[in-house]
């Protein structure tokens, strides 16, 4: 089936340091999302990229889509404590108008 | 402007008790969506609402679990004969246009 992976599960990151969290599609993708979801809360939307090759820009969040549609990409430039949590991307294919969310990578902080 | 809702926050149940879980959207949002979120996993796509469209059962796990919505706003998600495996947090998330989704605080279900 349709399936949105993500890569990878697991970021731990030292305070200050830049990470990137990858979101893969096997098939070409309508547009793709971005949630996050802190400790114990619930996920809460970031952006939408639509276009191919698609550059968004939210403060110290880049968020990426990639020429072919198949792949996103989200990166995090001098990670604070307050960028803890999990992040998911979640895309809608052609044939479907379903959110299929990738595992999400969690992200903790080391101060 | 107040978000969706969810009732119970949480929820302890016998297995094989019947449990009821409720939505409520943001208002004007035609699309409603439950989703399963087992501890530490991503989200499991249950079932979605458009309007007064057929609902897309596709996702439903097995027919003890059902659905429905009244009057294109309240939701509400019903489980029955509860098995351990169930338990997990249930979130509801409404949209305006298929697209961005506003999910709730979700209601955390424990079978014991």
Redesign the interface.
């Given at each position: 089936g349709q399936q949105v992976m993500q890569i990878p599960q697991y970021q731990h990151v030292q305070e200050g340091e830049d990470f990137t969290t990858y979101c893969n599609s096997s098939t070409t993708l309508s547009n793709i999302q971005w949630y996050k979801q802190r400790p114990g809360g619930h996920p809460v939307f970031l952006i939408q990229l639509v276009k191919s090759g698609e550059v968004k820009k939210q403060k110290r969040l880049t968020f990426q889509f990639g020429e072919a549609k198949k792949n996103s990409s989200l990166h995090i430039t001098a990670t604070q404590t307050t960028d803890v949590g999990t992040y998911f991307c979640a895309g809608t294919f052609f044939n479907d108008y379903k959110l299929s969310f990738g595992a999400g990578t969690t992200v903790t902080v080391r101060a | 402007g107040a978000g969706v809702s969810q009732s119970p926050s949480n929820k302890v149940t016998e297995k094989g008790k019947d449990v009821e879980l409720r939505c409520d959207p943001i208002s004007g949002h035609t699309a409603l969506?439950w989703?399963r979120q087992s501890l530490?996993?991503?989200?499991e796509?249950l079932i979605?609402f458009?309007g007064n469209s057929a609902p897309?059962k596709s996702?439903l796990p097995s027919d003890r679990f059902s659905a429905e919505r009244t009057g294109g706003s309240v939701s509400t998600l019903t489980i029955q004969r509860t098995q351990q495996e169930d338990s997990a947090v249930y979130?509801c998330?409404s949209s305006p246009n298929?697209?961005?989704?506003?999910?709730?605080?979700?209601t955390r279900l424990t079978v014991t």
């Open positions: - | 969506y989703y530490g996993q991503g989200l796509f979605y458009q897309d996702g979130l998330a298929r697209y961005e989704q506003y999910f709730g605080p979700g």
